[in-house]
């Protein structure tokens, strides 16, 4: 299996903004299906709403996952932003942090003609899941109680050649 590539880098406190929802987890983990569909309907109207407060701190938008409980997490899709009050969106205030930055590179989503793309078949889900059963521990790093960023570029996310983060925020 091919090694893992990552950086740790420090960065600044900042907040993020979006649309927050409260999932179930399915063995322990956070449940794909519930993501993937909560992607599938963030509409043009919405996204409309939601760029003009980026900030352009990370400029793209980003999925922001926080586990609650062993059986629940949260689940963001948001901005980076300069707001810290708001009743329409959810703020998430993240702190100053370490955080292992892992570059994602292949296919988010499927094609709307390839029917065989599943939730498996997501490169961010694969690295999620090998990120957090058990590579984070064989390399010694403690996963800090923050949430993690998933950071979605611009770009063709059916291409085997698209490229995404995955931010881990580390002790």
Not at 28 to 45: M, P, R, S, V
Not at 100 to 121: E, H, K, R, T, Y
Not at 125 to 143: A, I, P, S, T
Not at 149 to 167: A, P, R
Request: overall charge negative.
């Amino acid at each position: 299996m091919k090694e893992i590539e990552y950086k740790i880098e420090k960065k600044k406190a900042f907040n993020m903004i979006g649309y927050m929802d409260i999932f179930s987890c399915t063995k322990g983990h956070e449940n794909f299906e519930y993501i993937i569909q909560k992607w599938a309907n963030l509409t043009d109207e919405k996204m409309k709403k939601l760029f003009p407060l980026m900030n352009g701190y990370i400029p793209s938008f980003t999925g922001v996952s926080n586990k609650i409980d062993d059986s629940h997490f949260q689940y963001t899709i948001a901005v980076s932003t300069d707001l810290v009050k708001t009743k329409e969106f959810h703020i998430t205030k993240i702190p100053v942090m370490n955080w292992i930055v892992i570059p994602c590179v292949g296919a988010i989503s499927g094609s709307p003609d390839d029917l065989s793309f599943g939730v498996n078949s997501s490169a961010m889900v694969q690295l999620k899941n090998r990120v957090l059963d058990g590579w984070l521990d064989e390399k010694g790093f403690v996963h800090a109680n923050c949430p993690r960023i998933e950071i979605y570029y611009q770009g063709d996310m059916t291409s085997t050649d698209y490229v995404s983060e995955l931010w881990i925020p580390v002790e």
